[in-house]
């Protein structure tokens, strides 16, 4: 005869692996794929200039297509800290062994509402390799993580162009290079677009507000990615200080349809949508 507890344990267990809506993964399962199906291929965030949403797009992607999270970013307030990972707390660093002893991170669970992640910590700063070293030893890490998780690896980057941006860059089935609408940001896009077009690029407007003001700068990414061939996603809308103010370590897109952040989700879906497109078109 079962006794209650295990009677109870089995319903939890039921319940824990049915598909929750709006939990990590389910959005990619929504337009019929799985994980698997994207495991070994490698998306990464990047732009030549900081604070333009490349942390957002990365946990969210992530997050949405089930991936594992790797965060490049040694300085603070990127994914790791966001995630809740809290580098001072701890003893090891993941990546700092990756690059010293080649040891190949197990990441962290995010469980059903936030990315899988390998974290990164400050000092990974003073052990960045050359580009090229860099690159093999992130070919690598995706491989591994690939065959071990049947995940995809996204990797979100420190801004500009050291080898800790290009490396990744040159490991990528994707590059999202996020861009805004405005004087410095266009100037840093184009630059971005000239220096990268060789990469597989997909630019990705960020805060994107739909005002008159905006159609110059819109003009100028036209120009500029026509000339360079490179594809456009679908704009995220820009959600000016309701984003900065959110402290929860859920991704956005996990949470349920809201009146206030229903926009996001629906622009951060249609971006990995575009992104996940372009990495099965060139597969
Ligand atoms: N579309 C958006 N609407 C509102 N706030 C945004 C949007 N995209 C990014 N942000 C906010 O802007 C800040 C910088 O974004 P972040 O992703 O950290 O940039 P980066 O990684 O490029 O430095 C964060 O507080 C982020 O939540
Ligand atoms: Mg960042």
Known sequence: MTTPVKGARKIMLAR???????????W?????????DLAGKVFTSASYKGGIGKTLI???LAFLIDGILVDLDWDKGGATVKWGYDPDLRVNAPLVDLVEKGRIPKPLSGQLWRPDLVPCTPDLKYVVPPAKKFTDILVKLAQELGEKYQKAVVFDTHPGGGPEAFAPMATSNVVLGVVELGQQEMSAGEQMVDELKAYPLLLVPNRVTGTAQEDRYLDWLDRVTEEAGVPVAPPITDMRHWVKVRKSRMAITANRPTARFERLRQDLQAVAGAAVSYVRAAA
């Open 16 to 26: 824990i692996d049915a598909p929750v809506p709006y939990s990590k993964g389910a």
């Open 28 to 36: 990619l399962r929504s337009v019929g794929l799985n994980p698997v």
């Open 58 to 60: 990365a946990y969210e």
